[in-house]
């Protein structure tokens, strides 16, 4: 089966501009995350959806980041502005089974340097 | 909020040689998984154990969970250099409302031809 695709694998931006990034799940699965994972760290959850509805998002710095899924199935997250510290790998995953209680299958990432 | 803590953070071996990497968390769980990531790539799902279960195989991988100490191991069985990647628990609190994977720090594994 095809895996989860991000796009794209790298992005440059200054401080205060705005970027974006896109996932595509394995097909039929309806649980989504985005995490992010800095340099040395583990990768902590943003946000999850189950089909196109929120249902985890405490994580999100939503002055700044904001994430859709529209349809159920893409979805994209946006940073905007960025700042120094938004410098990190996001990763976009999706399960079959609501929640953790299968195995995550994890798209390649976005690598984002924010200067 | 729990987080699964691994140990040692680096380990590095020749091949041939068995590799064991620790996780210890702090709360009840559901379940405990086992990802690797490569460098620059995603995280791929190794191996899941549940809380009921105290050891598990899947090829040259052996995960053991002990419940009362709160820690579980990942054993790799005759090292190959393809195994060099981060490798990285994940816990889930048991009862959770929604439930979301948890990721330690991780322990890199060199393994040298």
């Known amino acids: 089966e095809a895996g989860v695709a991000q796009s794209p694998r790298y992005k440059i931006i200054e401080k205060r501009q705005s970027v974006a990034f896109w996932c595509n799940p394995i097909?039929?699965?309806?649980?989504l995350y985005w995490y992010q994972q800095i340099l040395g760290q583990g990768p902590k959850l943003l946000i999850q959806?189950?089909?196109?509805?929120?249902?985890?998002d405490s994580q999100l710095p939503k002055d700044r980041f904001s994430a859709e899924r529209l349809k159920g199935v893409d979805s994209t997250l946006k940073i905007q502005p960025a700042k120094l510290e938004d410098s990190a790998v996001y990763l976009c995953a999706s399960s079959l089974v609501r929640g953790p209680w299968g195995g995550y299958t994890f798209g390649s990432g976005t690598r984002l340097t924010v200067v | 909020s729990q987080q699964g803590e691994e140990d040692p953070q680096a380990l590095s071996i020749q091949e041939g040689e068995n590799a064991t990497m620790n996780c210890s968390y702090k709360?009840?769980?559901?379940?405990l998984q086992w990802y690797r990531q490569n460098s620059g790539r995603g995280l791929v799902h190794l191996i899941l154990i549940r809380s009921n279960e105290r050891e598990k195989h899947s090829g040259r991988l052996r995960v053991t969970l002990d419940t009362s100490k709160k820690s579980s191991s990942l054993l790799i069985t005759a090292s190959r250099a393809a195994d060099t990647a981060s490798y990285f628990c994940a816990t889930v609190n048991y009862g959770g409302s929604q439930g979301n994977l948890i990721f330690g720090k991780g322990t890199k594994l060199s393994v040298k031809p």
């Open positions: 709360t009840s769980i559901n379940n």
């Open positions: 959806f189950q089909n196109n509805g929120v249902v985890d």
């Open positions: 097909s039929g699965h309806a649980t």
